[in-house]
């Protein structure tokens, strides 16, 4: 089993950055695809990125296309989430989740939803606002 320790949050005004961090480890963490996760107040939890374990492929909802990107060291077993050009909706509490799997994890279902994973961080909160 993975464990997953989450840092980097914080306030931020809008337009802002910030770059989260996923601490992985436990056995085979390498065969885990690690996704990021939010859940802002009253509403449903949202898949906003993730990043397989094979290639090195990554995932992008359409709400931070193009202001998001995932990386992965696997030197340290940690994942990454920069996010600049922040908006106030993107205020949430954020969380990496994993699951195990080889090619192709991250566009299944269970990594848009957060269903069925096998790990997950505590989470870190992020505020967006002025």
């Known amino acids: 089993q993975v464990q997953l320790v989450e840092s980097g949050g914080g306030s931020v005004q809008p337009g802002g950055s910030l770059r989260l961090s996923c601490a992985a480890s436990?056995?085979?963490?390498?065969?885990?695809?690690i996704g990021w996760f939010r859940q802002a107040p009253g509403k449903e939890r949202e898949g906003i990125s993730c990043?397989?374990?094979?290639?090195?492929?990554?995932r992008y909802a359409a709400s931070v296309m193009g202001r998001f990107t995932i990386s992965r060291d696997y030197a340290t077993n940690t994942v990454y989430l920069q996010m600049n050009s922040l908006k106030p909706e993107d205020t949430a509490d954020y969380y990496c989740?994993?699951?195990?799997?080889?090619?192709?994890?991250?566009?299944?279902?269970?990594?848009?939803?957060?269903?069925?994973?096998?790990?997950w961080g505590q989470g870190t909160l992020v505020t967006v606002s002025s």
């Open positions: 989740g994993a699951e195990r799997g080889w090619v192709g994890v991250c566009f299944g279902p269970s990594m848009r939803s957060g269903d069925g994973l096998d790990a």
């Open positions: 436990g056995r085979d963490v390498d065969y885990y695809a």
């Open positions: 990043i397989n374990s094979s290639d090195g492929s990554t």
